[in-house]
């Protein structure tokens, strides 16, 4: 009896070999990986996405006010997705050359068409372009065995639960009314879980719905990436951008323009028009003639170049003549192009951060003369910037590999964006609609 092992829970007691043996689990990992779950000590159920938990309204309304980064930002989200996605398989022929055959299979094409991909995924982009951070809804069948339906989600309306001692995020909480700190009631936030792939048998999932985050992932961030581009907002390069049409307006709605002071001697209407011959009243009116003669005289482009002719009197008692008329032109010390070349430095700031050349969306090279480049310049900008984009594609099409090992589509599928060729001029190509897939899998 004294050498009976004892079995108790995760333990077994050996009492011969006078030992204690602890059993694991089936994985064939040595271990699992390191995690230290963020502190959080806010009261809310959410972790808070800025101090105030408004940095994505914040952010927008930024970007709202500025023309150069919303479209720059735009131009990424179109290089992006190109013509839209393709499920397709690659063939290998005899010789060895790989093509890539657009996919037909009924249980593929009716996803895409029910779930309208190609409508749906430049919001994702956007999303992920802008705040580098994205959330895409899933909704089960009756069984839950297969992904039925997919939403992209307004990220600016999305937040996440803290994690908790495994370093898991249980919920996505989705509000539109962030800024009255809303209940989990129902009303004006619902919840909605995450998915947890160690819940998951590879058939059957407990949850009919759930959500899943994507991210342009950055460093020292726990909950919600932060954009590259945000830099300019950071060192506020985005906020001297905006305020320069500001102050423009300002100035001219508040200056006062004035071309020309006109010196008139003080007694010069008393003689023209004395007394003897003027009632006050007849020199007050003369007066209001003149002014407005020399006003009309002076004003409106058609009367630049003019000879204008003025009389002095002579003073017998001073053996002189008097001094006259005389119209001084005013000098414009705020020029028409104030400010604007730290509006133009601060777009260059902006461009370099978002990564996309001035040329694409119109504009001059940084530090140049203004213009909007050659035909060449724009089609190598392109295609520069769609060669950046394989890191990004493989985040925005993730969902799509995970529906389709979810829904244990043929594992052969895989996915990519449509990019129109651009790489001939329009005279030498011969379609001018020459199509062409990019390999990006993650």
């Known amino acids: 009896m004294e050498n009976r092992v004892i079995v108790q829970g995760d333990y077994a007691i050996l009492p011969g070999a006078k030992a ?39 952010l927008l309304t930024d970007l709202e006010s500025n023309s150069v980064a919303m479209r720059a930002l735009d131009k990424r989200k179109r290089v992006h997705f190109g ?37 749906q995924w430049p919001d994702l982009i956007l999303g992920l372009e802008i705040f580098a951070n994205g959330w895409v809804e899933f909704i089960l069948n009756k069984g839950k065995t297969q992904v039925n339906r997919i939403y992209v989600k307004d990220p600016a309306y999305c937040r996440v639960a803290k994690m908790d001692e495994n370093d898991k995020i249980d919920f996505m909480y ?19 879980p995450m998915f947890d792939s160690s819940r998951y048998d590879g058939t059957k999932y407990p949850d009919g719905q759930f959500a899943m985050q994507l991210s342009y992932r950055s460093f020292n961030k726990s909950y919600y990436a932060l954009p590259v581009w945000h830099s300019v907002r950071a060192n506020k390069w985005l906020s001297i951008a905006n305020k320069v049409p500001m102050l423009k307006e300002a100035i001219m709605k508040n200056q006062m323009t004035i071309k020309y002071h006109i010196e008139i001697p003080d007694d ?144 052969t599928i895989q996915f990519d964006y449509i990019c129109v060729d651009t790489s001939q001029t329009q005279d030498q190509h011969p379609s001018k609609i020459n199509q062409k897939v990019d390999k990006t899998q993650p």
């Open 20 to 58: 204690i043996a602890q059993m694991k689990g089936s994985s064939a990992d040595y271990a699992g990986p390191i995690i230290t779950p963020p502190y959080d000590v806010s009261p809310n159920l959410w972790s808070n996405w800025g101090s105030n938990n408004l940095f994505p309204q914040d």
């Open 83 to 119: 013509r839209g996605i393709v499920a397709y398989r690659e063939k290998k022929d005899a010789a060895g050359e790989v093509t890539r055959e657009i996919v037909t299979d009924p249980v593929v094409t009716e996803f895409f068409r029910v779930n309208k991909i190609n409508l």
């Open 174 to 192: 989705y509000s539109a009314r962030w800024e009255m700190m809303p209940q989990d009631d129902g009303t004006y936030m619902k919840d909605l």
């Open 268 to 411: 010069y209407f008393t003689t023209r028009f004395p007394p003897a011959d003027y009632t006050k009243e007849q020199r007050e009116a003369k007066r209001a003639e003149v002014l407005q003669d020399m006003n009309d005289f002076l004003a409106n482009v058609e009367n630049s170049g003019k000879a204008l002719v003025t009389y002095a009197f002579y003073s017998k008692a001073k053996q002189d003549y008097l001094t006259g008329w005389k119209i001084n032109v005013i000098e414009n010390k705020l020029e028409n192009s104030a400010y604007l070349p730290d509006s133009q430095a601060a777009n260059s700031e902006i461009l370099f951060a978002i990564g996309v050349d001035p040329c694409l969306i119109g504009a001059g090279l940084p530090g140049g003369k203004m213009g909007a480049g050659s035909g060449s310049d724009k089609r190598e900008a392109y295609w520069m910037l769609n060669a950046d984009m394989g890191t990004d594609r493989a985040v925005s099409l993730s969902p799509l590999y995970f529906i389709r090992d979810f829904n244990h589509w043929d594992p």
